[in-house]
Structures are given as structure tokens and as C-alpha cells.
Nanobody, 132 residues
Framework: QLKLVESGGGLVQPGGSLRLSCTAS????????IAWYRQAPGKEKQFITC?????????DYSSAVKGRFTISRDDAQNTVYLQMNSLESEDTGVYSC????????????????????????WGQGTPVTVSS
């Protein structure tokens, strides 16, 4: 069974950068579609980005982070990364990675419309605070 553990969160100033890691165990992370979500205080979880499974590297991004955030996967490290640049106060929240099998789908974006239910395996989250 896929187990995911996030790390790399912390406090960063506006305009700064941070890289989050989502390390997988129990299975090969490249087989699964992996997504990043964030939950701001008092708000619902929000989709950020995802990367295809089945060995693919296709990606999808929310409009809120496109051009600033980059998702990537290192199969040798069994880890998915989220590089976050030009951070804004609105990026503050708990960031969680989530995974699921691709099934018959060819793009991870196909699962986003199901919200949190679109992904079956979740990490515990890592907090990110963007503040001066």
C-alpha cells in the first residue's frame, strides 16, 4: 500500500522560495498519479498541482500557482517535489500530497473534479507560512 510523507514546510518571506518533498514507501511512486493540495486556515482543501502516474511526467496546475510552482518526480528517490517560487501570503496553509492509481485515465487532471475523493492515499501534511 502506498504511504506518503511530506516534508520541507516552514516560514518564508513573501517573494521567497521553498521546496516540499513527498516521499513514498510501500510502492513505486511513479505508478501513481500524485497531487499536491493545500488547506488555508478556515478554508477547504484546494488542488494545487498533479503529475501523471504509470511512468508519465505530464502535469496539471491550478491557475493560482501556474508559473510559480513546479511539480516533479525523482523515481530513484521515490519522491515527488513541489518547488514553490515567488511565494505570497495567500500561499500560506498546510500542504498535503495525495496519490491514486491511474486506472484507465491518461492524465492526473482527470481526478481533480472529484475533489479530495479523487485521491485515495494521503500524507499528514506539512505547514507553510508566508509572512514577513
Amino acid at each position: 500500500q502506498l504511504k506518503l510523507v511530506e516534508s520541507g514546510g516552514g516560514l518564508v518571506q513573501p517573494g521567497g522560495s521553498l521546496r516540499l518533498s513527498c516521499t513514498a514507501s510501500g510502492a513505486t511512486v511513479g505508478r501513481f498519479a500524485i497531487a499536491w493540495y493545500r488547506q488555508a486556515p478556515g478554508k477547504e482543501k484546494q488542488f494545487i498541482t498533479c503529475i501523471d502516474g504509470n511512468g508519465g511526467f505530464g502535469t496539471d496546475y491550478s491557475s493560482a500557482v501556474k508559473g510559480r510552482f513546479t511539480i516533479s518526480r525523482d523515481d530513484a528517490q521515490n519522491t515527488v517535489y513541489l518547488q514553490m517560487n515567488s511565494l505570497e501570503s495567500e500561499d500560506t496553509g498546510v500542504y498535503s500530497c495525495a496519490g491514486r492509481s491511474m486506472g484507465m485515465e491518461t492524465t492526473c487532471g482527470a481526478f481533480v473534479k472529484f475533489g479530495e475523493n479523487g485521491f485515495h492515499y494521503w500524507g499528514q501534511g506539512t505547514p507553510v507560512t508566508v509572512s514577513s
